[in-house]
């Protein structure tokens, strides 16, 4: 069974005080792996897509990187605007029908204070 | 700007009641997918389409639940009869076998 695990379930931070959040998976074959923000009262907004072992990817403060066993998400220098909820979610790959489906983690609870 | 938008936003209604949650998907996409939030199970996919075909709904209690794709514009999630666990946030996302999941607003369901 596909397994997504993030760490820590909450984390606060300083302004400016920079971190990592962690999204470790266990799965038979993994096709993408997907942040996603989410904010109260709304629903998950896309970050990034990982696709495979090495790659990175950045916007505005936030770099996400993949290993064949997890992904992190580093937070340079956070804002208050940064606070928010992060999920990460696997999508596995399916020899037959349909493989868009998500599995997701409980994500991580960031508050960064001034 | 293309959203998925999703009514109503906030629904309440006492135990036995119908409740039928609607979804409108970005225009284009093909696959659309509908999630239940809680605070104890995080995230649950209940059901999906790809081309108004349901492709799994496995995660979807097959008793009180159903859901369809009358046309490519309109996504439905009925509850009936609705019972107080069935309390969380509904959401609905649409996307392509290329692209990530782009989800909606929610609807937030009370049931007492």
């Known amino acids: 069974e596909d397994q997504v695990t993030q760490s820590p379930e909450a984390l606060r931070l300083q302004e400016g005080e920079s971190s990592s959040l962690n999204c470790s998976y266990t799965v038979s074959g993994l096709r993408g792996l997907f942040w996603y923000r989410q904010d109260p009262g709304k629903g998950p907004e896309f970050l990034f897509t990982l696709y495979s072992a090495g790659e990175e990817k950045e916007k505005e403060r936030l770099k996400a990187t993949l290993t064949k066993k997890e992904s992190f998400l580093h937070i340079t220098a956070p804002k208050p605007e940064d606070s928010a909820t992060y999920l990460c979610a696997v999508q596995v790959v399916v020899l037959t029908g349909g493989g868009n489906k998500l599995t997701f983690g409980t994500g991580t609870q960031l508050k960064v204070e001034l | 700007d293309a959203r998925v938008t999703q009514t109503p936003r906030h629904k309440v209604t006492e135990m036995g009641q119908e409740v039928t949650m609607r979804c409108q998907p970005i225009?284009?996409?093909?696959?659309v997918f509908w999630y239940r939030q809680t605070m104890m199970q995080g995230l649950e996919l209940l059901a999906y389409f790809r081309n108004r075909a349901p492709l799994d709904d496995s995660g979807m209690p097959k008793d009180r639940f159903s859901a369809e794709m009358p046309d490519a514009t309109l996504a439905t999630l009925k509850i009936q009869p609705s019972e107080p666990r069935d309390s969380a946030v509904y959401f609905c996302a649409s996307g392509l076998a290329t692209t990530p999941q782009y989800f909606g607003p929610g609807t937030r369901l009370t049931v007492t």
């Open positions: 225009l284009g996409h093909n696959t």
